[in-house]
Each structure stands twice: as structure tokens, then as C-alpha cells.
């Protein structure tokens, strides 16, 4: 059975020029909506999870330049310390928020709970399934405390993914990019899949949107993910 990322047209493309146009256009307006938030003392929550070698870090590079410092967090997400094992697994994510109103991004999330940890086993089955339910209602209690989250899956397909791996593999600037994991996950591509279908029919409600972005042309990506972040920011 096809899913939400079988629909996806991964062939979509833009020229350099008319992503530079777009770009800078799109960065004008994200500085006036992000201050605005700032004045407003609000929160937007923004999370991004993808397929390795989707580009993540070149969106969020993007969709940070020309903001002040003091505006966002960036919250890199790795593999739980043993403070944080012993608590329960949200626990961590809420700790980092920081206290005044201002953009925070997540690159990665708790949706590794659904995601790698189901699929390498790292999660009991029990832990895996009661985590969509806990999920909905964090991310039910922030927008009814007044924060917009929005959640971004940037997807590629397994010749584009193995074209970045390898140019990651063969460049001495960005071979650390790569590595045994990223390789043995390929191998498990049908798995993931099948996780990530479930997570987006499950986890994606009119609070908290799923936005799925073609990613197999990185200045497409970048320019999508940058018009739904000025979208949602313009409804605060």
C-alpha cells in the first residue's frame, strides 16, 4: 500500500536564480515575523526529522541566517546521557525549552522514539506504541499554552541518499558526515519506511502539522521549508 511519502513528486527542482530570489525575499520576511514573535513573547517550536542526508542542517543554516543570536535556539538532539536515560525519555526535550518566548528548532527530536529507536530495537514494542499518545498530548498541551509547532519530514530517495553518501565519503571536509550507521540503515530502508508512515498518520493533527518537503533538490527544500515556516509564523 502507497503512503504520504509515495505521493511525493521528488523530482521538483529550482533554479539557482530563482532560489537566490526567493531566498532573500524569504529571509526579509522571516526577520520581521521572528521579531514579532519576540515582541509578542510567544514560542514557535519547530521540529525536523528526515532521512540521513536530507539536508537538515543546510535548511535550518538557511532558515537562521540574519536572525539575531538572541532570537532562536538550535537544539541538536544525540543519543540520551544517563541523567537523562533515568527520567522519562520528554523529559529532556521540555528541560532544553528555553524560558523567555523566542524560535526553537529541534534537529532531531523525541520522534526518535518512533523512529530509529523502534527500528534498531533500542525501545520496547510497549515503549514505542504508548509514545504516540504521549507525544500527542506534549504537543496538545504547548499549543493550548499558546505555542505554534511545526514539524518538518524532508525526504530523499535511495539514489539520491546514495549520491550524498558518497560524495560525503570521498570529500576530506565532509567525510565526518558520514558513517558505519548511516550505511547499515540503508539496510533497512522498508523498516524505516514503515515507521515513518505511522508516524506521520498518527502524530500529524491541526496543532501540529507534519509538513512533508521534497528534498532531492536541496534549493527546493530549502525554499519550501522557509515559505511554510513564514506561513506559520504569520498565524501568531
Given at each position: 500500500?502507497?503512503g504520504?511519502?509515495?505521493?511525493?513528486?521528488?523530482?521538483?527542482?529550482?533554479?539557482?536564480d530563482?532560489y537566490?530570489?526567493?531566498?532573500r525575499?524569504?529571509?526579509?520576511?522571516?526577520q520581521?515575523?521572528?521579531?514579532?514573535?519576540?515582541?509578542?513573547?510567544?514560542?514557535?517550536?519547530?521540529v525536523?526529522?528526515?532521512?540521513?542526508?536530507a539536508?537538515?542542517?543546510?535548511?535550518?543554516?538557511?532558515?537562521?541566517?540574519g536572525?539575531?543570536?538572541?532570537?532562536?535556539?538550535?537544539?541538536?538532539?544525540?543519543?540520551?546521557?544517563?541523567?537523562?536515560?533515568?527520567?522519562?525519555?520528554?523529559?529532556?526535550?521540555?528541560?532544553?525549552?528555553?524560558e523567555?518566548?523566542?524560535?526553537?528548532?529541534?534537529?532531531?527530536?523525541?520522534y526518535?522514539?518512533?523512529?530509529?529507536?523502534?527500528?534498531?530495537?533500542?525501545?520496547?514494542?510497549?515503549?514505542?506504541?504508548?509514545?504516540?499518545?504521549?507525544?500527542?498530548?506534549?504537543?496538545?498541551?504547548?499549543?493550548?499554552?499558546?505555542?505554534?509547532?511545526?514539524?518538518?519530514?524532508?525526504?530523499?530517495?535511495?539514489?539520491e541518499?546514495?549520491?550524498?553518501?558518497?560524495?560525503?565519503?570521498?570529500?576530506?571536509?565532509?567525510?565526518w558526515?558520514?558513517?558505519?550507521?548511516?550505511?547499515?540503515?540503508?539496510?533497512?530502508?522498508p523498516?524505516?519506511?514503515?515507521?515513518?508512515e505511522?508516524?506521520?498518520?498518527?502524530?500529524?493533527?491541526?496543532?501540529?502539522?507534519?509538513?512533508l518537503?521534497?528534498?532531492?533538490?536541496?534549493r527546493?527544500?530549502?525554499?519550501k521549508?522557509?515559505?511554510?515556516?513564514?506561513?506559520?509564523?504569520?498565524?501568531?
Amino acid at each position: 500500500m502507497n503512503g504520504r511519502l509515495d505521493a511525493l513528486d521528488l523530482s521538483l527542482a529550482l533554479s539557482p536564480d530563482s532560489y537566490e530570489n526567493q531566498l532573500r525575499d524569504l529571509r526579509a520576511e522571516l526577520q520581521k515575523l521572528v521579531a514579532r514573535l519576540i515582541r509578542k513573547k510567544r514560542y514557535a517550536i519547530l521540529v525536523f526529522e528526515g532521512k540521513d542526508a536530507a539536508g537538515k542542517g543546510g535548511v535550518i543554516r538557511r532558515l537562521t541566517a540574519g536572525l539575531a543570536p538572541e532570537h532562536y535556539s538550535v537544539i541538536t538532539t544525540a543519543a540520551p546521557e544517563p541523567h537523562e536515560r533515568a527520567r522519562h525519555y520528554l523529559w529532556r526535550f521540555c528541560a532544553r525549552l528555553p524560558e523567555s518566548g523566542r524560535l526553537v528548532i529541534f534537529d532531531r527530536s523525541w520522534y526518535g522514539r518512533v523512529l530509529v529507536e523502534r527500528v534498531e530495537g533500542f525501545a520496547k514494542e510497549e515503549e514505542w506504541r504508548r509514545a504516540y499518545r504521549e507525544i500527542n498530548d506534549l504537543e496538545r498541551s504547548w499549543a493550548n499554552a499558546g505555542m505554534r509547532v511545526g514539524k518538518f519530514w524532508l525526504e530523499i530517495g535511495q539514489d539520491e541518499q546514495m549520491r550524498r553518501f558518497q560524495s560525503r565519503a570521498e570529500s576530506p571536509l565532509k567525510s565526518w558526515k558520514i558513517t558505519d550507521e548511516d550505511w547499515r540503515n540503508r539496510d533497512k530502508w522498508p523498516q524505516y519506511k514503515e515507521a515513518i508512515e505511522e508516524m506521520l498518520a498518527r502524530t500529524d493533527a491541526p496543532h501540529a502539522r507534519w509538513n512533508l518537503i521534497e528534498a532531492n533538490d536541496k534549493r527546493f527544500a530549502r525554499i519550501k521549508t522557509l515559505r511554510t515556516v513564514a506561513a506559520l509564523l504569520g498565524e501568531t
